[in-house]
Nanobody, 129 residues
Framework: QLQLVESGGGLVQPGGSLRLSCAVPGDRLDLYVLGWFRQAPGKEREGVSCISGRDGSTNYADSVKGRFTISRDGAKNTVHLQMNSLKPEDTAVYYC??????????????????????WGQGTQVTVSS
C-alpha cells in the first residue's frame, strides 16, 4: 500500500497562487503517472493534471491550462502543482493519485479517476475574497 501525502493547500484570494506538493514513497517516480484531481462539494471528482514520472510528459484539463503547472522532482520523489490566477471555482479538495505504469511499454496520460491505483487524503484549497 502506497501512502501519498499532499501539502500546500490553504485560503487564497482570487488571482492568487498556491503550490501543492505530493510526497511519493520510495525512489522510483519513473514507474508511475502522478495525477492531481479535485472535488468540490456536491460535484464529482475531476482530473486537473498529470505527469509521467518516466519522461515528464504532461496533460491538463482545459479549465486549468495556462494557469496550472505540474512538475516532478525525482531526487525528492515529489510532484508539485503550481496554481496561478486562482478563481473561486478552483475551490475544492485536491487529491494526488498514482497510476503504476512500469519501467517500459505504452501508457496513457489520462485524467480518469478510476484509472489510478493509490490516493492521498487530500488538501483543501479555498479561493475567496
Amino acid at each position: 500500500q502506497l501512502q501519498l501525502v499532499e501539502s500546500g493547500g490553504g485560503l487564497v484570494q482570487p488571482g492568487g497562487s498556491l503550490r501543492l506538493s505530493c510526497a511519493v514513497p520510495g525512489d522510483r517516480l519513473d514507474l508511475y503517472v502522478l495525477g492531481w484531481f479535485r472535488q468540490a462539494p456536491g460535484k464529482e471528482r475531476e482530473g486537473v493534471s498529470c505527469i509521467s514520472g518516466r519522461d515528464g510528459s504532461t496533460n491538463y484539463a482545459d479549465s486549468v491550462k495556462g494557469r496550472f503547472t505540474i512538475s516532478r522532482d525525482g531526487a525528492k520523489n515529489t510532484v508539485h502543482l503550481q496554481m496561478n490566477s486562482l478563481k473561486p471555482e478552483d475551490t475544492a479538495v485536491y487529491y494526488c493519485a498514482l497510476d503504476f505504469i512500469g519501467r517500459s511499454g505504452p501508457y496513457r496520460l489520462n485524467l480518469i479517476p478510476h484509472e489510478y491505483d493509490y490516493w492521498g487524503q487530500g488538501t483543501q484549497v479555498t479561493v475567496s475574497s
